[in-house]
């Protein structure tokens, strides 16, 4: 059967069928514990969903603008707002099915073939074959290791070309866990400015952050505005507020682009689901208990990122890792343990969940095979659980 060329460089959702084998494995009867998926294991906090609740009782049911509830898309830009110390125009604000269609919505419009986009690597999944949907190129750049793979822009300057129409930045990372300081972030804005490249900083993690010094990431809004050029900013509700079977994300960039974006929209998903809306709106508007709910959680992901590099450096000393500084994902290093059989990060967590029932995401995913990732959004037990059978297989006293 022939395909449309549109598809023939897409591949699943390598996270998502780690976790679906995973959870198969578990419905079959297996002992699993799966630290694959990237969500928080927390439930959405009860004032979200009250309001989600309520305004299905009182009817908002029907259909909203493709861009979103005038409302929300106002909301939102007032906590964009709070964070940059300028007004935020509403109007770049785009409400989309998740940050998946956010981006997708930013590359199908921004590039096309001929088109180049470079990808701070490792990379979320997710990237490199949307990107490959709007037939642009895809262009990986590693950042060295001794930097929690952060890129510079000595590394970009490695990779651009003429062609170069793109650079994606996902910060805090997933899978690494590495954060950008407002100085870092605001060179690359500048480097990406003065060559008339797209700056597309994926935020989702930006309220999952370790630090000591701020209450959240850096991101691109604390650049001084002088230093940006095109931009566009994705973020949403999942990660900072347990929502992320709601699909409730965003972008925001010029009215001009953000016009362009809903306009696509329209003819793919239209809104957002409209509950999923209204539920955005209390949890970006009521300030006072989204900050405490954010807060709680935040201290149970700091205190398990402390858990598990304190227990990976305790049972399996000299095993390389990037100590993350926000998000909730450890990424660690395992070519030490190939063999003839197990060559790859792939085969060696196929092993780990054949014969030690945790399930864990190749780093072939993220764009290295050497590494994997470990998710930390679950309960301290299963975390101590899944490190001590991880030692266990690779020889590790425990």
Not at 128 to 138: G, K, M, T
Not at 296 to 311: K, P, S, Y
Not at 382 to 396: F, K, P
Request: net charge negative.
């Amino acid at each position: 059967m022939q395909y449309s060329p549109n598809i023939e460089k897409l591949k699943p959702s390598a996270t998502i069928a780690v976790s679906t084998l995973a959870k198969k494995l578990a419905a079959e009867g297996r002992d699993i514990v799966n630290l694959s998926a990237g969500e928080p294991d927390f439930d959405t906090p009860v004032f979200i969903t009250d309001a989600a609740v309520e305004g299905i009782r009182s009817g908002r049911t029907r259909y909203t603008p493709p861009a979103g509830l005038p409302e929300l898309r106002k909301v939102i830009a007032e906590r964009l707002s709070d964070r940059a110390g300028r007004v935020i125009d509403w109007n770049g604000v785009v409400v989309t099915a998740g940050v998946k269609q956010a981006l997708f919505n930013t590359f199908f419009t921004l590039f096309g073939p001929g088109d180049e986009v470079l990808i701070a690597a490792p990379y979320w999944t997710t990237y490199p074959d949307l990107v490959n949907i709007a037939r642009a190129e895809p262009v990986p750049v590693f950042g060295a290791e001794d930097n929690a793979f952060k890129v510079t822009t000595t590394d970009l300057e490695g990779a651009v070309t003429d062609k170069t129409r793109g650079l994606v930045l996902n910060t805090p990372s997933n899978p690494t866990g590495a954060v950008y300081s407002i100085g870092e972030l605001d060179v690359i804005a500048q480097w990406a400015r003065d060559r008339g490249i797209w700056l597309i900083s994926d935020e989702i993690y930006r309220s999952v952050y370790h630090g000591s010094d701020r209450t959240a990431a850096p991101g691109v809004l604390d650049v001084p505005e002088a230093s940006l050029g095109d931009f566009v900013l994705v973020d949403g509700a999942s990660k900072s507020y347990a929502m992320t079977g709601w699909r409730l994300g965003y972008s925001y960039s010029s009215g001009a682009v953000a016009q362009k974006f809903s306009a696509l929209q329209s003819q793919i998903t239209s809104n957002t689901t409209t509950t999923s809306q209204v539920a955005a709106i209390e949890a970006f508007g009521n300030v006072q208990a989204a900050d405490a709910s954010i807060a709680a959680m935040g201290e149970a992901f700091t205190r398990r990122r402390d858990l598990v590099t304190r227990r990976m450096s305790e049972l399996m000393p000299g095993v390389p890792f990037i100590r993350p500084e926000g998000a909730f994902y450890l990424y660690f290093r395992v070519d030490g343990f190939f063999d003839e059989e197990v060559t790859s990060g792939t085969s060696w967590c196929a092993r780990l969940l054949e014969q030690q029932g945790v399930a864990l995401v190749p780093g072939a995913a993220f764009g290295d095979d050497r590494w994997v990732r470990m998710s930390f959004a679950s309960s301290d037990e299963a975390l101590e659980e899944a490190l001590v059978r991880i030692a266990a297989m690779t020889g590790a006293a425990v």
